[in-house]
T-cell receptor, first 115, second 112 residues
Framework: ELKVEQNPLFLSMQEGKNYTIYCNYS?????LYWYRQDPGKSLESLFVLLSNGAVKQEGRLMASLDTKARLSTLHITAAVHDLSATYFC???????????????FGAGTILRVKS | DAGVTQSPTHLIKTRGQHVTLRCSPI?????VSWYQQVLGQGPQFIFQYYEKEERGRGNFPDRFSARQFPNYSSELNVNALLLGDSALYLC???????????FGSGTRLTVV
C-alpha cells in the first residue's frame, strides 16, 4: 500500500527566510504533485513532477523529485506572508495511468509566514 | 472555460439521513474522482469513474456510492450519515491520460 509522509507538519517562518518541505513515499511512482490549500478552500495545483531529477520553479517555490530516494522537496525562498497556506504532496501510482491517477496525499504542511 | 463545478457548496444533515453531492467536470474531461477531506487531514480517495464505469474504490463503507452520467457529470451518494462523515468532499476531473487532477471547490458537509 502506497504511503506518503510529509514533514514538517507545521512550519512557522519569518518573512525573508528559506525553508524546505519534504515528501517521502513508500513505493515506486513517477508522478508527484504539489498542491496548495487556503483555509476553507479547494486544492490549487502547484507542480506536477514526472521524472527522476525533475525540477520546477514558480516564483518563490521550487519543487524537485528524486525517484530513487522516493523523495520530493518543496523549497521556499525568501518567504512572504502570502505563501501562508497548507501544502500537500500527492503521489500517483503507476496503475490506472491511462485513465488518470488515484492520488495518495500526505498529511499536509501548515505554513505560517510571520512578518 | 468553466472549471470543475460542485454543488451544493455547503449543507447540514442529520445523522441517519442520505445526501447526494454533484460534480460537473471540465469540458472534455472523462474521468471524475471523489475525495473526502476531514478537517486537519489530507484528502482520501473514495471513487474514480471513467466513461461511466467505476475504475477505483478507496477504503470506504458501502454506504458510499457514486455514478457517472453520459455527460460525464457525477454524483456521490452517502446513506445513513454518521457524525464522522462530516468533511469537505472534493471532486476532481482529469484527461484520459491524467497529468493530475483539477479539483472543484468542494462541498462542505456537516452531520449533526
Amino acid at each position: 500500500e502506497l504511503k506518503v509522509e510529509q514533514n514538517p507538519l507545521f512550519l512557522s517562518m519569518q518573512e525573508g527566510k528559506n525553508y524546505t518541505i519534504y515528501c517521502n513515499y513508500s513505493t515506486t511512482s513517477d508522478r508527484l504533485y504539489w498542491y496548495r490549500q487556503d483555509p476553507g478552500k479547494s486544492l490549487e495545483s502547484l507542480f506536477v513532477l514526472l521524472s527522476n531529477g525533475a525540477v520546477k520553479q514558480e516564483g518563490r517555490l521550487m519543487a524537485s523529485l528524486d525517484t530513487k530516494a522516493r523523495l520530493s522537496t518543496l523549497h521556499i525562498t525568501a518567504a512572504v506572508h502570502d505563501l501562508s497556506a497548507t501544502y500537500f504532496c500527492a503521489v500517483g501510482p503507476e496503475l490506472d495511468m491511462e485513465y488518470g491517477n488515484k492520488l495518495v496525499f500526505g498529511a499536509g504542511t501548515i505554513l505560517r509566514v510571520k512578518s | 472555460d468553466a472549471g470543475v463545478t460542485q454543488s451544493p457548496t455547503h449543507l447540514i444533515k442529520t445523522r441517519g439521513q442520505h445526501v447526494t453531492l454533484r460534480c460537473s467536470p471540465i469540458s472534455g474531461h472523462k474521468s471524475v474522482s471523489w475525495y473526502q477531506q476531514v478537517l486537519g487531514q489530507g484528502p482520501q480517495f473514495i471513487f474514480q469513474y471513467y466513461e461511466k464505469e467505476e475504475r477505483g474504490r478507496g477504503n470506504f463503507p458501502d454506504r458510499f456510492s457514486a455514478r457517472q452520467f453520459p455527460n460525464y457529470s457525477s454524483e456521490l451518494n452517502v446513506n445513513a450519515l454518521l457524525l464522522g462523515d462530516s468533511a469537505l468532499y472534493l471532486c476532481a476531473s482529469s484527461h484520459r491520460q491524467g497529468y493530475g487532477y483539477t479539483f472543484g471547490s468542494g462541498t462542505r458537509l456537516t452531520v449533526v
